[in-house]
């Protein structure tokens, strides 16, 4: 069963760079026809999405987050990385990384844990 | 952008209870409409797809109905597991959104 699970700091400076990556086991993220991507949830808030990409190599952002995020491939590593520039106390959440379904990729049915970054002055 | 708008925030309700948890789009979205259970501390749980579909494993006292712009999550008789906050999600043009979810709690 696919395994998804994200890992990086937890305390992130305001103003600098939050970057985490998810490591992908039992699946590939070269497997023709899946996205893979990246949501949010602030504490007590709901979630966002954040971005995705597509094995292909295509990306797709959160037009709201847009000029401050990259999601980048290691297939090498079967991981995907987030890189959100700018960090502000906004940012922080817990930050899941996520798999549609393969026939629409129109719903998450596989997630990771979760983990909490906390942007701190 | 399309924005997706919960009804209510939150829902006081006991168990055995019929529950409805409403949905809206800002614009059409055909049916491409998920829901999610969420406990505290937990990633989210997908319970609907395509907006009547119940995922494998879900229990059938949760429903799913509606397209176009208005959706609704049904519970038809509230059991204490189901005491959880429910998001609904759309996709449309490689775009996904979540609406901002439902607290269920107990009356």
């Known amino acids: 069963q696919l395994q998804l699970q994200e890992s990086g700091p937890g305390l992130v400076k305001s103003s600098e760079t939050l970057s985490l990556t998810c490591t992908v086991s039992?699946?590939?993220?070269?497997?023709?026809?899946?996205?893979w991507g990246w949501i949010r949830q602030p504490p007590g808030k709901g979630l966002e999405w954040i971005g995705s990409f597509y094995y292909s190599g295509n990306t797709y952002y959160n037009p709201s987050l847009k000029s401050r995020v990259t999601i980048s491939v290691d297939s090498s590593k079967n991981q995907f990385s987030l890189n959100l520039t700018s960090a502000t106390a906004a940012d922080t959440a817990v930050y899941y990384c996520?798999?549609?379904?393969?026939?629409?990729?129109?719903?998450?049915?596989?997630w990771g844990q979760g983990t909490l970054v906390t942007v701190s002055s | 952008d399309i924005q997706m708008t919960q009804s209510p925030s939150t829902l006081s309700a006991s168990v055995g209870d019929r529950v409805t948890i409403t949905c809206r789009a800002s614009?059409?979205?055909?049916?491409?409409l998920a829901w999610y259970q969420q406990k505290p501390g937990k990633a989210p749980k997908l319970l609907i797809y395509r907006a009547s579909n119940l995922e494998r494993g879900v229990p059938s006292r949760f429903s799913g109905s509606g397209s176009g712009t208005e959706f609704t999550l049904t519970i038809s008789s509230l059991q204490p597991d189901d005491f959880a906050t429910y998001h609904c999600q759309q996709y449309n043009r490689y775009s996904w959104t979540f609406g901002q979810g439902t607290k269920v709690e107990i009356k």
């Open positions: 996520a798999r549609p379904d393969y026939a629409s990729g129109s719903y998450y049915d596989s």
């Open positions: 614009q059409s979205i055909s049916d491409w």
């Open positions: 039992d699946g590939s993220i070269t497997t023709i026809g899946y996205y």
